[in-house]
């Protein structure tokens, strides 16, 4: 079955500095990858995704890649903030949805 | 719109006790549902997802169960709980468009094994 890894499981970060997280998958059927911001005692939710006809998708000050010949994707926060502090998953899943893998989650950091 | 309820938000059993605990969705049919977990300071991992009423897949042998006996109805059941059956449940609701796959998650159940 699909086997999500995820990269670092702690992130530390200065406010303004940029944060990576990354992910590999396991199963090439995989099309879709969501990223997912978890705030401290709140529910996990979609903050940006892509599909994998599409190499990077940007929203203003985070971005996605994927790499699809080497099974790799990626979050990229520029300028971060202190409210960018939370845990963020990244997440596999086959087309319309069905059976969503999540990675192990990334705790980022934002030090003011 | 659709929601996605889940309860009870927090709960605290003794060791060999019942579980059971309820995710119900409004503004969909036949939605795909899954159980996750959550145990403190780690990821969400997939306990069971259901397709369609009385479909149910299990990704994690253990002594949890799930059912799905309505449309919108999603059950995780224990018939003896355990120390390590304690962390953050979540029920999840997937909506499979053709624009976002997103999964909305209900507020969660906080459960602790004593």
């Known amino acids: 079955g699909e086997n999500v890894e995820q990269h670092p499981s702690t992130l530390s970060v200065q406010e303004g500095d940029s944060a990576v997280i990354k992910c590999t998958y396991s199963d090439s059927a995989s099309n879709y990858f969501p990223w997912y911001k978890q705030e401290l005692g709140k529910r996990p939710q979609l903050i940006i995704d892509i599909r994998s006809n599409v190499g990077e998708k940007k929203d203003q000050r985070i971005a996605v890649t994927l790499n699809k010949t080497a099974k790799h994707f990626s979050l990229h926060i520029t300028e971060t903030q202190p409210e960018d502090s939370a845990v963020y998953f990244c997440?596999?899943?086959?087309?319309?949805?069905?059976?969503?893998?999540f990675g192990a989650g990334t705790r980022l950091f934002v030090k003011a | 719109s659709q929601t996605i309820h889940q309860w009870p938000a927090t709960l605290v059993q003794p060791v060999g006790s019942p579980l059971s605990l309820e995710c119900t969705v409004e503004?969909?049919?036949?939605?795909?549902l899954y159980w996750y977990r959550q145990a403190a300071g780690r990821g969400l991992q997939l306990l069971f997802y259901s397709v369609g009423i009385g479909q149910i897949s299990s990704e994690v042998p253990q002594n949890l169960s799930a059912s799905r006996p309505q449309d919108r109805q999603f059950i995780l059941s224990s018939k003896k709980l355990l120390l390590s059956d304690s962390g953050f449940y979540l029920c999840?609701?997937?909506?499979?468009?053709?624009?976002?796959?997103?999964?909305?998650f209900g507020q969660g159940t906080r459960l602790t094994v004593v």
């Open positions: 997440a596999a899943s086959m087309p319309g949805g069905f059976k969503t893998i």
């Open positions: 999840a609701w997937v909506s499979g468009g053709r624009v976002r796959t997103e999964a909305f």
């Open positions: 503004g969909t049919s036949n939605p795909n």
